[in-house]
């Protein structure tokens, strides 16, 4: 399956990523395909920038377009967040709740 990966870039940008490859990893080993586009956007965009972070988020919501699932990774949900699991519910693709328990993740 395309997962589309949904988590907090904004606040802590460095850790954030850091996260966002470690749930990409997680979702590749479980044998599906990650979607993860702000790691991918965010090598030649500036997230700091607000015209490029709204071209990246759009761009993203085209992938979102391509994956069969979103999990969503953080209970704390951001502004940018809120755009794609708005634009999934809309379009019918499943939003998931991922709960990380014992070093796995989890979904609900």
Not at 22 to 33: A, D, N, T, W
Request: charged residues 35%.
């Amino acid at each position: 399956m395309n997962i589309f990966i949904c988590s907090k870039l904004r606040g802590d940008i460095k850790r954030n990523t850091e996260r966002a490859k470690q749930f990409s990893r997680e979702v590749l080993m479980q044998g599906h395909i990650p979607f993860t586009p702000h790691i991918y956007f965010t090598l030649f965009l500036d997230e700091l920038n607000e015209e490029e972070r709204n071209q990246g988020i759009n761009a993203g919501l085209e992938w979102l377009k391509l994956c069969d699932e979103m999990w969503v990774f953080d209970e704390e949900i951001s502004e940018g967040m809120q755009k794609e699991i708005d634009y999934a519910i809309k379009n019918n693709i499943k939003v998931k709740e991922v709960v990380k328990k014992d070093g796995k993740i989890k979904r609900t």
